[in-house]
């Protein structure tokens, strides 16, 4: 894995080799992000259970993107070889379930937080000073209207408002002028209305940590299944409290479904990509035993 930023292009271009060398995996638009880039979904298996994953809700948390693509070229091969990944047989796991996968879900704030975006777009000034006057956009986490993604879904949105008394646009914390603004949330929510998944699994960094509760409207076989997947992991499973309008919270409120969110790896975002083999190394066998949830 090369210590470059993994960027929206990258990603893309890797999307099409993935779906041109293996027949059995195909790429879906939900949408578009603010600046007009295709939200790119993938879908992989024929089981009857229906599981969700996705990455980069936040900007600077962009690595989650290449761990999520790794796990998707691994699966792929394992599947089309007969082998396995995560020590359960590749073709038994994707019998059992089908998994829709969202790689990018804010591809204009990753191309912001990774230096790429054009010092010539007509609201650069403004991003500028969202971002206290400063040109590092390094810790940008917000799409490029200043909004953060995971504080956007209906689920307590006004506590989550309070809690974060951020008034505006903002590199971080500002929920939004309303639940689902959007378009990265609004298409995310709208996948999930649509295909109702059974599980879903929301990657950000960083802290070795498993979330998956909400408010007490998680399933009761919850927490086991949390403790299942800290055991391959090495990740501590948490009950969180004091935090609202994230995808997993309006996910487990809407369906009374087991929702997680998982913060892979440790340090300071962004993590650097020079910790991405022994993230995935802890982090592939919680994606696997999510397959089996």
């Known amino acids: 894995m090369t ?4 960027s929206y292009s990258r990603m893309m271009q890797r999307c099409g080799e993935l ?3 293996y027949p059995f995996l195909s790429l879906y638009p939900i949408g578009r992000s603010v600046l007009g880039q295709p939200l790119a979904a993938l879908r992989l298996g024929y089981g009857p259970r229906r599981i969700h994953m996705n990455a980069s809700f936040h900007a600077n948390e962009w690595i989650t993107s290449a761990l999520l693509m790794r796990f998707l070229e691994e699966l ?5 070889y007969g082998e396995a990944i995560g020590g359960h047989p590749a073709r038994a796991l994707l019998a059992s379930a089908t998994l829709w996968a969202v790689p990018m879900v804010n591809p204009d704030g990753v191309e912001l937080a990774q230096g790429r975006l054009n010092p010539e777009y007509p609201l650069y000034c403004r991003l500028k000073e969202w971002n ?3 040109e590092d956009f390094s810790g940008w986490k917000a799409n490029i209207r200043g909004v953060d993604l995971n504080d956007q879904f209906p689920a307590f949105w006004l506590e989550e408002c309070k809690r974060r008394g951020v008034q505006g646009p903002a590199s971080s914390d500002y929920p939004g002028p309303c639940p689902l603004s959007e378009p990265e949330a609004e298409a995310l929510a709208e996948l ?3 295909l109702r998944f059974d599980a ?12 998956w509760n909400y408010r007490d ?4 076989h919850a927490e086991g299944l949390a403790d299942r997947l800290g055991a391959v992991s090495g990740y501590k499973p948490v009950r969180l409290s004091g935090s609202d309008a994230g995808y997993k919270d309006w996910f487990i409120q809407r369906f009374r479904k087991p929702g997680f969110t998982v913060e892979a790896g440790w340090g300071k975002n962004p993590l650097p990509m020079n910790q991405f083999d022994s993230i995935y190394t802890e982090l592939q066998p919680l994606l696997a035993e999510a397959l089996r949830l």
């Open 3 to 6: 210590t470059d930023a993994y």
């Open 19 to 21: 779906t041109a060398a």
């Open 76 to 80: 792929c091969e394992a599947y089309a």
């Open 132 to 134: 206290g006057g400063s």
């Open 192 to 194: 999930t209305e649509r």
């Open 200 to 211: 879903v699994v929301a990657l950000h960094t960083q802290g070795r940590e498993i979330y």
């Open 217 to 220: 409207m998680e399933p009761p």
